[in-house]
């Protein structure tokens, strides 16, 4: 055991709150998942969570994008600020991602053109009411916080759009919840196929 892995129990220790441990046991899934698909397929190299975001930080997240985080969300950073590749090529934005140029500007920019291009004014009016969640580095694969749709558990609906809604998610943990059911799709499949 590695001296990270022994350091892990007292890291999570203090984590006492049913939500929190939910997604605590979600993030320790979907790397145990991941672990298992670099070893059968280097195309996924294995990568870890970022260690949580301070409050200052979530708050300053906050202050660029111009509304609070859901809460889920908001616990989410504080126990794994940003995971590169969490789910092959999906990435978890860090609180120092939202509102900032790099992928989250490229999240919205790519819906803005999205929904011009195809005269959606709606959609266009209601780009202020998403947060850009995760996304893959094309930003043609993005996951959104709706922050104006219905609370499960504290979060908001997660919606996976590429150039549509492909499927919403109660919330960030039936998203990651998604992200490590696909993960395990992907350790079957190449378990039998390396292809």
Not at 41 to 62: F, G, K, N
Request: hydrophobic share 45%.
């Amino acid at each position: 055991m590695s001296e990270q892995d022994t350091a892990l129990p007292e890291r999570v220790a203090h984590i006492t709150d049913p939500l929190d441990q939910m997604l605590v046991g979600t993030i320790v899934m979907l790397g145990e998942q991941k672990e298992a698909l670099a070893g059968i397929d280097s195309i996924y190299p294995m990568t870890y969570p970022r260690l949580a975001a301070t409050a200052e930080q979530v708050a300053a997240a906050e202050d660029r994008i111009g509304f609070p985080l859901d809460d889920l969300h908001r616990r989410l950073l504080m126990l794994a600020d940003g995971w590169h590749r969490m789910s092959l090529t999906m990435h978890l934005l860090p609180a120092e991602a939202l509102g900032a140029p790099g992928l989250w500007q490229d999240c919205h920019d790519h819906l803005k053109v999205f929904f011009s291009e195809v005269g959606d004014d709606v959609r266009f009016e209601q780009l202020h009411n998403v947060c850009p969640v995760g996304c893959n580095d094309q930003t043609d694969d993005i996951f959104l916080v709706r922050r104006d749709g219905p609370l499960t558990d504290g979060g908001h609906e997660v919606i996976w759009f590429a150039d549509d809604i492909v499927q919403v998610f109660s919330n960030v943990i039936d998203w990651m919840l998604s992200m490590k059911a696909y993960v395990v799709e992907m350790v079957a499949k190449r378990s039998t196929d390396p292809r």
